[in-house]
């Protein structure tokens, strides 16, 4: 049984133009042990889905799905109270910009051990082991200290490692991460991207990476989903996606990419969509 | 000018006065620490480097929108230094700056035309019909269409903002053009477009390009010169094939290395070292 499983997901806002489809029959499957990306440009739906899943989508959204199973729960029949119990326990996510996600007038230590008093019994000794044990599992420099800072001491790569320390603090099968480094610069990317993959290898997780950028899908990605306009292009691993891309979104996306650059000028998306478009 | 440099740095160095209050010492913040290059007409020359290495403090030096504290700056053979001598309006004719976000950088009650328009009102005699006239000649230029001069900010994409942004930077014809992370914000086939409109803007005007970006595969597309900068100081400076195939400094090193590879091999390498 796969860990998450959703079959024919379509979401509609509604709109004052009428019904906007942001997604329109994707199916997801991620394997525990797994990492899968989902690429594809603004407007393609992939942070759609998952908040879809997460049920983190305004009142506005329809959402609609064959199936939408979490180990075998069906996730479209929980209670708002069940729903709780599952999200930031077994599935959690992380997203794009870490300073914007922490509460700022809380400190970081309050705030990590706030997800541990709402989903274990700890005791507050407990607590304060577990989220110092958790900032050192994140590479956070001197916890002790840091336990009383504030988000706004702190820079935008820590401020993300102490969002994946909160978001792996219950110890989660499932870990959902928005574009996690597009806010970070190469170097901190670099060491933020080393840490999840880190972190999912030692726990077993499944983790879904969701990015438009090319080059963080190569570095991270098992098993790799392109989007384009709410519908799904392309699904391969990752080797043959890069390798010998099947359709032609695909190869547009990566020749698009400077580094592969042939000629005096790069090509463009619409030089490889059809009259029709893809 | 006897070579043919159009923009000559030398020593530039910026200082900031951070106020002192009830917990903290007055000090000063150096941004800029002694910045030294040249950048040929008709070339581009990239800075690279993190946030807070002082990429963009030396390009509002560079466009005159901040003076610097010492040092010279010499654009076309005129000597720079606004903290003394003011703008003239020549000097604001020679340098003109994209920004990273084009939504930020239009005015949202101002229609495409006004916005092309605005910097020939305020630096040149041009009447009202050859504005128009030149407006409409760069909208077609950087790639729009006529019936977007009467047209609003919020009725464009993302890569259209930055077209338009483009084409206001280059009404005056500037000798040179500071480009702060001009495709950033962009979608990766939005931004393939927007580098290669610079590329033929600059074959068809001969312009001159400050470009400034964090991302390493862009720059190595599009710059001829490259200079990395850390802490403020130059650490590396060469022609693009000296820095990306023999980087001197460690710091340079580091970002090759965190640089995520999108080919192939790597992938094939890094699959293999998860399965041992």
Redesign the interface.
């Known amino acids: 049984m796969p860990l998450l499983e959703i079959r024919n997901l379509r979401v509609e806002f509604d709109t004052a133009k009428g019904p906007f489809r942001a997604l329109d029959g994707v199916d997801y499957t991620v394997e525990a042990g797994e990492v899968l990306a989902i690429v594809g ?2 407007g393609s739906g992939k942070s759609v889905a998952m908040l879809a899943t997460m049920g983190l989508l305004p009142d506005t959204a329809t959402i609609t799905a064959d199936k939408m199973e979490f180990e075998g729960r069906d996730l479209r029949k929980l209670s708002a109270k069940e729903r709780r119990k599952v999200i930031g326990k077994d599935i959690s996510m992380i997203f794009q910009e870490p300073i914007a996600s922490l509460n700022p007038c809380f400190t970081v230590g309050f705030q990590l051990s706030e997800a541990l008093k709402v989903h274990t019994n700890l005791s507050k000794a407990d607590r304060k082991a577990r989220v110092l044990e958790l900032m050192r599992a994140v590479g956070l420099p001197d916890p002790e200290r840091r336990l009383s800072a504030f988000p706004h001491q702190m820079s ?1 790569g820590q401020c993300q490692r102490v969002m994946i320390a909160m978001a792996i603090a219950c110890a989660p099968k499932l870990l959902i991460a928005d574009e996690p480094t597009t806010a970070l ?6 060491q933020i ?1 080393d840490l999840l993959v880190k972190l999912q ?1 030692d726990s077993g997780m499944g983790l879904i990476m969701i990015t ?8 991270t990605a098992d098993r790799v989903i392109v989007q384009y306009k709410g519908r799904k292009m392309e699904e391969a691993d ?2 043959s996606l ?2 010998a891309p099947k359709s032609n979104y695909t190869k ?3 020749s ?6 042939t000629g ?7 030089d490889f969509a059809g009259a029709g478009g893809f | 000018m006897s070579d043919d440099s159009i923009l000559k740095v030398r020593d530039l160095y910026r200082t900031y006065d951070i106020k002192g209050g009830l917990f903290r010492k007055a000090s000063t913040l150096t941004a800029v620490k002694g910045v030294s290059f040249d950048v040929k007409r008709g070339s581009t020359l990239a800075i690279v480097g ?2 807070g290495c002082g990429k963009s403090t030396l390009a509002r030096m560079l466009s005159m929108i901040d003076a610097q504290s010492s040092g010279s700056i010499e654009i076309g053979g005129m000597p720079i230094d606004i903290a003394k001598t003011g703008i003239s309006r020549e000097m604001r004719q020679m340098v003109q700056i994209v920004f990273q976000n084009p939504y930020g950088s239009l005015n949202p009650r101002q229609k495409i035309g006004h916005v092309l328009e605005e910097p020939l009102l305020l630096n040149t005699s041009m009447s009202a019909a050859e504005r128009k006239a030149l407006a409409l000649e760069m909208l077609q230029k950087v790639g729009l269409q006529p019936e977007h001069y009467g047209r609003y900010p919020h009725m464009f994409s ?1 890569g259209q903002r930055q077209r338009i942004a483009i084409a206001r930077a280059i009404m005056m014809k500037p000798k040179l053009l500071v480009l702060d992370e001009p495709v950033s914000a962009l ?7 927007i ?2 409109l610079l ?1 033929d803007l600059q074959d068809e005007m001969g312009l001159t390009y400050v470009f400034i970006s ?5 720059v ?3 710059a001829d010169k490259v200079m990395v900068m850390y802490f403020g100081e130059v650490v590396e400076y060469g022609t693009r094939d000296e820095v990306f195939d023999d980087p001197k400094h460690d710091y340079t090193r ?2 090759f ?8 091999d ?3 390498k ?2 293999a070292a ?1 399965a041992a």
């Open positions: 440009e603004s935008g610069d190469v170097t901190i990317q670099k991207l290898q438009h950028d090319m080059g963080v899908v190569a570095e990752v080797l890069f390798e547009a996306l990566l698009a990419l400077p580094e592969n650059a005096d000028r790069l090509p463009t998306v619409s | 993190e946030s993302g979608d990766l086939s939005v931004q393939a477009q580098l290669n590329k964090h991302d390493l595969s862009v190595r597309y599009l580091t970002l290395a965190a640089t995520p590879q999108a080919d192939v790597s992938i094939r890094r699959l998860k």
